[in-house]
């Protein structure tokens, strides 16, 4: 297969998503993936360019060694607000060029004004077009008169696609609610790579490298800090209860928009309890869950993380690691009682949560045992599989119209 697919994020600075590990893994099984893209963080660079010429990067591999994926980055002008229309000219030009020069047999969508444009363009050279939801896209989009214009793009690319993929029950549900023809859509779960992330896997160097003791209790969060977290609330009751909470160490792997508060809120209050890791190459990440006790997701219930479930959650299970979790629906609904996750009401009730569960080794043990059961046949090989039949029975339906 020839597969096309955009989005409006950066492919080479941002994840590994779910889009990274399954065209990594295609391309390793033969097929040609090129991915268009957006580098989402040039408002945070301050360059000082306006204007970004056009890029290829052949051969990109951010997962599995010898995959081949080639990214090809439009040009753009770098100004607030014209930067989404200078989207619509370049990511048009492009997306009719790689349809003309590389004669892709699908088109897949992650994104939203650009995987509009290639819907519609794949729609007048009917070419089959899927588009893949991972989140609630526009509910990530900051001002909320975007926000409408981004959510109605959304839904007219949902009812307009041949098949929409999402990654669990819950987004399913949003996509139906978005207007998405619920006969045309498919669950692909995340998927974990379980030579990776094992509960084998040691932690040591880790610990040492932190100056983490024996008897102290790591609690992780790795990925992006969003400001809606969690890690905010979390990181002020561990300051006001260290003296209660005193062998708990919160263990922080990422960057994003709380970074520099985390930050502030570790030299303000002196907190050495808190360490703050910064981005971790994705080969170095199962050593950090490897090193803790407990993983963490204590986000806020908002419109962003109520339908999704993040790749991170597989990855702190397949570890044998239990995660304590605000109460989420998509979370909820995906995993239930018993998995080896526990619910709280409030972001800064996981370290009361941890402390109750490090008091006892029985309870830890018993939902340790929990998790790695749960997620072992959800192996990005199988996930791979089912994608790349999905997309081939999408490739033979369109012939058989033609």
Known sequence: ????????????????????????????????????????????????????????????????????????????????????????????????????????????????????????????????????????????????????????IERKTLQGADRVIVINEELRNYGINMGANSNSMSVIRAGIDPERFSPQTSGQRVRRLYGIKEREVVLLFMGWLYDFSGLREVALELAEARAKLANIRLLVVGEGDLLAELNKIKETHNLEQLILAGRQPYNKIPAFVAASDICLLPAHDNSVMRNIVPIKMYEYLACGKPVICTKLPGIMKEFGAGSGVIYVDRPADVLWKAA???????????????????????????????????????????????
């Open 356 to 402: 109750e569960l490090t008091n006892s080794s029985k309870d830890l043990d018993q939902y340790a045992s929990q998790t790695r059961r749960l997620v072992e046949r959800f192996s990005w090989e199988k996930i791979a599989d089912e994608f790349e039949t999905l997309l081939e029975t999408m490739i033979a339906n369109q012939q058989s119209f033609l």
């Open 1 to 152: 297969m020839r597969i096309l697919v955009v989005q409006e994020s950066d492919w080479l600075s941002r994840g590994p998503h779910q889009q990274h590990h399954l065209m990594e893994k295609l391309a390793l099984r033969g097929h040609e993936v090129r991915v268009i893209d957006y580098e989402i963080t040039w408002r945070a660079q301050r360059r000082g360019e306006l204007y970004s010429r056009r890029k290829v990067f052949e051969k990109v591999s951010k997962i599995y060694r010898g995959a081949s994926v080639t990214v090809i980055r439009p040009a753009i002008l770098k100004l607030l607000h014209i930067d989404y229309l200078s989207i619509m000219l370049s990511h048009t030009r492009e997306i009719a060029r790689q349809i003309k020069e590389f004669k892709p047999d699908i088109l897949v969508g992650f994104g939203i004004l650009n995987t509009h444009i290639a819907m519609r363009l794949a729609k007048e050279r009917k070419i089959p077009f899927a588009y893949y939801l991972i989140d609630a896209l526009h509910t990530l989009i900051p001002s909320e008169s975007y926000q409408l214009i981004a959510k109605a």
